[in-house]
């Protein structure tokens, strides 16, 4: 348990609305059937004969969940424009009027669109009609395994073709700098790092020849002058990170002294990031043994230090300091590295 911080979540920017569905029909029978499902599966329902592509394009980016009681053909050439990735479309099922089948049709892993098929075809008295591969031949999906994980691809193409591969070979090899908890079974660990098809670090390595996964495990612990712009906060922040090789997406949230709950510069940092900001008292920064000190910070805040020992609050029982207190221009940094990072509860999903 992390100790009680006062918290600022900013919104994330790559959010994908996934709490409302849509149920869309073009038929009478298909409309009887839609309003039964949006009121079970507590959606909003829309009837869309004559104008299917004007509430496509209206639920499109409203929604993240949609039901279409149409033909397939009518469905994939309308939503064919809109379409833009896994990691951005909404959950896509199309169902005949009669309710026998619930067609997972687009964003079936990452979009829920599998899920949302077996919840329609419960509804219905129906089958799911499920195609993506890891399902139908009983492997892991690895988008979810490391969703779930905060684990994040940095080279989206290579993880496409690492989830081929461990549908096509049966297994993948897998090194992690950070704990692995119950890996399933056809992801197999190994402890050279050189003969692994996954890569779990958060650090950069230059000679990987497999798919790297950066886990959300540290803290940046900040401190900085009042009026210090987001721009600076931003270079401080990006240069520890490269003079230390480490990915800035391995950031998981930022820590700094309650003194900084108003400082413009610094909310707006984390706002343009998706980030959440621990903020502490100078009691509870106090009590951290075995960091830096400053006189001056002392004399300013009350507390001996800022960044060391917010970084090391904030990432929790067991962390330990990786990036010891760096000076740059107006800002001072740290960074803390979590024990366990990849539990969701260490992400901070469950405890913002």
Known sequence: MRPSATSIAEPDPGHRPRARLAVLALSRGGGELGRGLAMELGGDFFACKGRLAQVMAQVWNGYGEIVCIMATGIVVRT???LLTDKYHDPAVVVCDQLGRFAISLISGHLGGANGLAR??????????VLTTASDVLGKTALDLWCRDRGLIAIDKEGFTRAMARLVDRGSLTIWSRVPLDHLPEDLIPVQERRCADLIVDYRHHGLDKGTSLVPKALVVGIGCNRGTPASAIAGAVQSTCQRHRLHP???ARLASIDL???EAGLLEFAAERGLTIDFYRKDQLNRVEDVATSEAVLRATGAKGV???????????GARLLVPKMK??????AIAE???PLTIKSQGILEQ
Do not use: C
């Open 249 to 251: 997406e391995a950031i």
């Open 79 to 81: 939503i064919a424009p």
């Open 328 to 333: 740059w221009v107006d800002v001072t940094t």
């Open 119 to 128: 919840r329609v075809a419960a509804a219905t008295g129906g089958q799911a």
């Open 338 to 340: 979590m024990a366990d």
């Open 260 to 262: 900084k709950q108003d």
């Open 307 to 317: 960044a060391e020992p917010a970084a090391l609050l904030s990432a929790g029982a």
